[in-house]
């Protein structure tokens, strides 16, 4: 489960990080290009923290009962 959370935070902060590049390199007087690892850094941290709030899943198959 925790892989999948992963990957899908992996995801979405590439997706982010791309948005919030966009403009921001390449061109004249733009950003080194070591801030686009720093903001993907950033962003990565930030959703880490927030997936800690999302609640667990349940898993599939019979409830049992003790």
């Given at each position: 489960?925790a892989?999948?959370i992963?990957?899908?935070l ?25 801030y686009?690892g ?22 599939a ?6």
């Amino acid at each position: 489960m925790a892989r999948e959370i992963d990957w899908q935070l992996f995801e979405k902060a590439a997706d982010i990080t791309a948005s919030a590049l966009r403009g921001a390199m390449g061109g004249a007087e733009s950003q080194p290009p070591d801030y686009a690892g720093k903001v993907f850094k950033a962003v990565w941290d930030a959703l880490k923290v927030a997936a800690e709030d999302l609640p667990e899943k349940p898993r599939a198959g019979f409830a049992t009962s003790a």
